[in-house]
């Protein structure tokens, strides 16, 4: 069961106050995605999980906090441009700003997983396209995290199977299993293992549709 409120929130750019969803609790009952996407009830709070100032476009995970560089990036020609976005789902537009922002900020992990959760909010409005550039916008982010010494998680292997869901969605089969075949032998764990050779199996399905955790166990 998932508890929320209406809190009234005091934007730390304009000063002005608003209210949004805020979580009081929630659960995390089933198997997580191929990406990491939280199965119900935890799933259908990702409204709550970005908050958008209805005055001046601020958004972030809680836009009561602000940090370096903001102020002058929301103003940018960039960032207006994805705020009043046609192209995506309010609710992604608002997360790929957060994720500019904290780009901005050089925390390029939070901003691939800024990032993923856009991909999340468009396959919610079923737009496949926005979606998928959503997800290759994501593989470019991990890639630029690496070089910079970041990773999107702790756990040795994630990052690359993470990168392989990705890409699968998109549809970029080629890329993601020459990822796998040049990677794979290096993956001690033996869950991400696993997920990879059920992500060759779905690759040679060209199947981009979504699939949980528990379906790779059993695929084993």
Excluded at 178 to 189: A, C, L, S, V
Excluded at 198 to 212: E, G, M, N, P, V
Aim: aromatic share 6%.
């Amino acid at each position: 069961m998932t508890t929320m409120f209406k809190g009234t929130v005091n934007c730390r750019i304009c000063s002005k106050k608003s209210e949004h969803d805020i979580i009081v609790s929630t659960n995390t009952f089933g198997s997580l995605d191929l990406d990491t996407r939280p199965p119900a009830h935890m799933r259908y709070t990702i409204n709550t999980w970005v908050q958008r100032c209805p005055h001046c476009g601020y958004c972030a995970s809680n836009i009561e906090k602000v940090s370096k560089a903001v102020d002058s990036r929301i103003n940018s020609q960039k960032y207006q441009y994805q705020l009043g976005s046609s192209k995506y789902p309010e609710l992604a537009s608002s997360f790929l700003c957060k994720a500019m922002l904290e780009n901005v900020n050089g925390d390029l992990a939070q901003s691939t997983w800024t990032t993923i959760h856009a991909a999340w909010a468009c396959d919610d409005s079923r737009d496949d396209q926005s979606a998928k550039q959503c997800r290759i916008q994501a593989v470019n982010l991990i890639r630029e995290a690496e070089l910079s010494g970041q990773t999107i998680s702790d756990e040795p292997g994630a990052d690359l199977a993470i990168t392989v869901d990705l890409l699968r969605r998109a549809g970029h089969f080629n890329e993601a299993l020459k990822m796998i075949e040049h990677k794979q032998g290096e993956i001690e764990d033996e869950m991400i293992r696993n997920i990879l050779e059920f992500q060759k199996d779905l690759i040679s399905r060209y199947d981009t549709s979504c699939h949980a955790i528990n379906e790779a166990i059993k695929h084993k």
